[in-house]
Every structure is written in C-alpha cells, then in structure tokens.
Nanobody, 117 residues
Framework: QVHLMESGGGLVQAGGSLRLSCVGS????????LGWYRQAPGEQRELVAR???????TYVDSVKGRFTISRDNAKNTMYLQILSLQPEDTATYYC???????????WGQGTQVTVSS
C-alpha cells in the first residue's frame, strides 16, 4: 500500500525552479506533521523542512530563503517550492511522516531532482 507519493522532479538548469508535490491519504494529512528530505549521491538522507497540520514550518538553515514548504490538507498534498536551484541541490527528494508516538513512519518512493550547471 502506497501511503505517500512524490512527483515534480526533473532535470533543470542552475537558477531554475521546481515545485515538488507529495500526495497521501486523508488520515495522514489530517493528523501528521510531514517533512521533506533529500539524499544526494554518496550522502546521508537529510531533513530539508517540515510542516505541521496547522501549517507551522521549520527549515534547515542551508535552504532558508530558497525553499518553501506548504500543504493543502483538503487536497491531501504537500509541496516544496525550490527557487534558484544549484547543482548542490541535486538529490532524490522524499516526503515522510514525522515521528509521532505510536504512529507508523511512512516514506514516499522519492523524486529525482538534477540541476545542471
């Protein structure tokens, strides 16, 4: 059973922008804090940003100002808007349900973002 599914990745030139989407079930979007993570080749997976059910957001310092996380609970969809893409943003981007007591953790399958210089 697929609980989360990302889309919107692709090959873009440096300076371009992308909007990634993550769709999931109603129960996830009505109850769970969600996060965007990324994993570059040869690197560990890292948190990019998270957003709670009410829309409160947190970002890692390295993406502040260029990345915007948002969600539309009515559409069961979370977004990650990325501006001024740089080659170092090249990675597979994943959405994930954040830790919650007694609740399962779900990952999407990932969407590839490749930025050419």
């Amino acid at each position: 059973q697929v609980h989360l599914m990302e889309s919107g990745g692709g090959l873009v030139q440096a300076g371009g922008s992308l909007r990634l989407s993550c769709v999931g079930s109603t129960i996830i979007f009505s109850t769970r804090t969600l996060g965007w993570y990324r994993q570059a080749p040869g690197e560990q997976r890292e948190l990019v940003a998270r957003i709670d059910v009410g829309g409160r957001t947190t970002y890692v310092d390295s993406v502040k100002g260029r990345f915007t996380i948002s969600r539309d609970n009515a559409k069961n969809t979370m977004y990650l808007q990325i501006l001024s893409l740089q080659p170092e943003d090249t990675a597979t981007y994943y959405c994930k349900t954040e830790l919650a007591a007694g609740r399962p953790i779900y990952w999407g399958q990932g969407t590839q973002v490749t930025v050419s210089s």
